[in-house]
């Protein structure tokens, strides 16, 4: 068995934003296998159990808020009494642009408050993989807090739907094939570049 645990935000008013990929991905998902997410209270989360690329499969939407993921995730991996190489943690990733994904086999949370959350409530354990969604540019410092919360704009809501889509293809390619093998195919692919990075083309000469 395999569990996927994608962060977001519970409340409506966060569905549409930046901070909400890893729901978006997961909700495809179970959308795609034809399954619906189930609240249990015991674990502070939404789940679907389903099967992807003939593997079991949980779907996980932690419900604590994204700075409190960890409690939902150790919750599932203790009930389940899964090693940690089982777990796949999709989110938001700032540093990397919209257009751009990062599978990432273990290590430290780059500043992801979920991934923290995680990685505190395992007791500092990082040996569990993760797929990161790129939804920058960072406009760094202080605006950070307030950019990830916004909603993706109307102008890159088709990259933003191309980006939810190529991620979980790299799920379903981590489930299949590995972590290795999702790296080497997902981690150099550009499939767009957003708004903000976007430059007019030099006039000639």
Known sequence: MKIVVGLGNP?????ATRHN???CVVDLLATKAGTEFKLVKDFRAAIAKTVLKQQDVVLVKPLTY???SGQAVVSIINWFKLPLSTLL???????????????????GAGGQHGVESIIASLGGRKEFDRLKVGVGPDPGGDRRADYVLQSIPAVDAQLYELAI?????AVESWLDKGIKTTMNVFNGDVFGTPEGLRREPAESE
């Open 11 to 15: 409340e409506q008013r966060y569905a």
């Open 21 to 23: 990929a890893g729901f």
């Open 66 to 68: 994204m700075n409190l």
């Open 89 to 107: 943690v999709v989110h938001d990733d700032v540093s990397l642009p919209l257009g751009r994904l990062r599978v990432q086999a273990g290590g």
């Open 165 to 169: 889509r190529k991620s979980g293809e």
